[in-house]
């Protein structure tokens, strides 16, 4: 077997080109929604619109023999050695909620381990690390713990949306893009953040063109009572972002989130 490599993608255009070519491994490792390409090149292209400042998208690739095995996608500092290191479509926009959205994607052990090297090499020692969204018992995290000896590792609990618009009227589902468009303006309406309702426009409008939104409304004349999108990935549903003037969207304990954190470990 080849020995596999570590390298960096750096800036939008080569960190989109290593989440197409990491495609084939998310779909092997059944990665959610939230950590796979269509999602993160939504994520990518509004951060790139907005020209976030100081920070640039970074990929961490270990490369096996002709795929890759083991792949990270994060944000750094642009240009200073120091700063915090976080992974791409952290804290952007209304992720959905009730699961871990986000995944340090690794085909094995080994290709963790790599992938856990190569991350504390762009921290360089000056740079601060944290990851926020993570599944229980992910191995690249437990694999930077011991790396970075004064990191955290946290545990929190989620809470998921619960689809009851049957409850409040009779509701209209659809997962044809023009329906999308049609009740999206009155959906993004009510989102309170501006760059949220943006990067919402765009990653409904991207995964209804695959297939992948469903959008459920409630109406009375044309004007929504209340609404919900949901991703879907065949038979799995996951509620992302709703709402109601009065009932039909509740709510339940999710899955567990894991958090790793870990400061610098000396100055610049």
Known sequence: MSARTVRFAVGRADVARALRAAAPLMADLRAPVTARAPWLTAVLNGTAARRSIGTRPVAVVVEGPGRPDAAAFLTAPRRRPTGEVRLLGQGVGPTPPGRPPFRLLARDRAAAELLADGICRLLGGTRSLRLVGLPLGDPTARALSVRLPDGLIANGRSTRVLDELDTV???????????VDRWLPQLLERVPVRREAELLRASARLHAAIGQLEVAVVAERGLLRAG????VDGADRWPWWGWSAGGGL?????????AMTAPARRWP
């Not at 009227?169 to 329906?179: K, N, Q």
């Not at 509740?250 to 894991?258: C, Q």
């Open 169 to 179: 009227g009779t509701v209209a589902r659809s997962r044809d893009p023009g329906d």
């Open 228 to 231: 919900l999108l949901t991703l």
């Open 250 to 258: 509740g709510s339940e304990m999710g899955a567990p989130l894991v």
